[in-house]
């Protein structure tokens, strides 16, 4: 399983869950939404806020979905390891 963050450079939020992210030493891809591979991404997973964060399984199929901040860390690691 691989975890991808979507964000925008723009984006405060993105920037929070980032921080999030890494205080939790929490293993993940960042991709850029305004990138080719971020764009490819948004579609394909009918992507319509940011940030968000994509779990897949090892063929890159969509496990989990979680848009927008976790309210708690709790509930980040809880959507990451459930």
Known sequence: M???KLYADWCGPCKVL???L???NIEHESVNI???DGEG?????????IP???????????VRKMSGLPATPTDL?????E
């Open 22 to 24: 890494k205080d939790h």
């Open 52 to 62: 968000t964060l994509l779990v897949l399984d090892e063929n890159d199929n969509l």
């Open 18 to 20: 980032e921080k999030m």
């Open 34 to 36: 305004d990138s080719p």
């Open 41 to 49: 991404l948004s579609i394909k997973h009918s992507v319509r806020a």
């Open 77 to 81: 690691t809880k959507f990451v390891y």
């Open 2 to 4: 691989k975890l991808i």
